[in-house]
């Protein structure tokens, strides 16, 4: 009988299985998903709007020959 079941019959019943006994939880899972979701785009949207403004900062002291602060001659 096992030798007849291919990976969709597994999937199946898991589903079914996370159904029967974890859906109480699942509001809760997909509540918490979409929160760590939102936290992570917005991290990352951060991280890029910081690198594009310290590029161009550095860019401009560049251009402008004035030395970086934080390096030491």
Known sequence: MLNNLTGWHFLIILVIVLLLFGAPKLPGLARSLGQSMKIFKNEIKSDKEDAETTGSADDSSKAAGTAD???KS
């Open 69 to 71: 602060p934080t390096t």
